[in-house]
């Protein structure tokens, strides 16, 4: 069975950091892209970065080009998120997908619970 | 790319029919995915590729379209089809969500 457990979120002020996780277990994490998908109270989906399974395809949505960068460890079966500078704009439900492509369609297949991020003071 | 979704609220019946629309401002191809989100849960994924339906979906939802236009219909609505429904484009980075569409009873 597919899992995707989020770590890591919490309540920080702005301007500060917090680095998440995912864990994932049930399939071959290294033969996968994966991506993380936010969403904040209330608001829709947003993609928020996405990582091939080699790491030579890396994206990033425009808002948190610069401060976030997204990194995984295929030994570790583990993604993670640095979020940098945060913002109060960022606090929202961050999701873990993982990301399948076949010649003609990609989609996001299977998705974690999610872990919530709060940026305040 | 941006993805513009309509309506963004939709009001219907058990047994009604509904259309769903998902416009891309520029040519996607089929990379195209539909999103099924109820409250509290992560979004399920319905459909992709535009219209291919995943395994375990009902037969009610289909999809169709190519290049700019897409569209989820839902034949013949359940009590459990009452949900947010998000597209999302896949034909590059930085992949990007339609704003959503609430099916309310």
């Known amino acids: 069975e597919v899992q995707l457990v989020e770590s890591g979120g919490g309540l920080v002020q702005p301007g500060r950091s917090l680095r998440l996780s995912c864990a994932a277990s049930?399939?071959?994490?290294?033969?996968?892209?994966m991506h993380w998908v936010r969403q904040a109270p209330g608001k829709g989906l947003e993609w928020v970065s996405g990582?091939?399974?080699?790491?030579?395809?890396?994206g990033y949505a425009d808002s948190v080009k610069g401060r976030f960068t997204i990194s995984r460890d295929n030994a570790k079966n583990s993604l993670y998120l640095q979020m940098n500078s945060l913002r109060t704009e960022d606090t929202a439900l961050y999701y873990c997908?993982?990301?399948?492509?076949?010649?003609?369609?990609?989609?996001?297949?299977?998705w974690g619970q999610g872990t919530l991020v709060t940026v305040s003071s | 790319i941006q993805l513009t979704q309509s309506p963004s609220f939709l009001s219907a019946s058990v047994g009604d029919r509904v259309t769903i629309t998902c416009r891309a401002s520029?040519?996607?191809?089929?990379?195209l995915a539909w999103y099924q989100q109820k409250p509290g849960k992560a979004p399920k994924l319905l459909i992709s590729?535009?219209?291919t339906l995943q395994s375990g979906v009902p037969s009610r939802f289909s999809g169709g379209g190519s290049g700019t236009e897409f569209s989820l219909t839902i034949s013949s609505l359940q009590p459990e089809d009452f949900a947010t429904y998000y597209c999302?484009?896949?034909?590059?980075?930085?992949?990007?969500f339609g704003q959503g569409t609430k099916l309310e009873i």
């Open positions: 999302q484009q896949l034909n590059s980075f930085p992949y990007t």
């Open positions: 997908a993982r990301g399948y492509c076949s010649t003609t369609s990609c989609e996001f297949d299977y």
């Open positions: 049930g399939f071959t994490f290294g033969h996968y892209a």
């Open positions: 990582i091939s399974w080699s790491t030579d395809n890396i």
């Open positions: 590729a535009a219209s």
């Open positions: 520029q040519g996607i191809k089929i990379y």
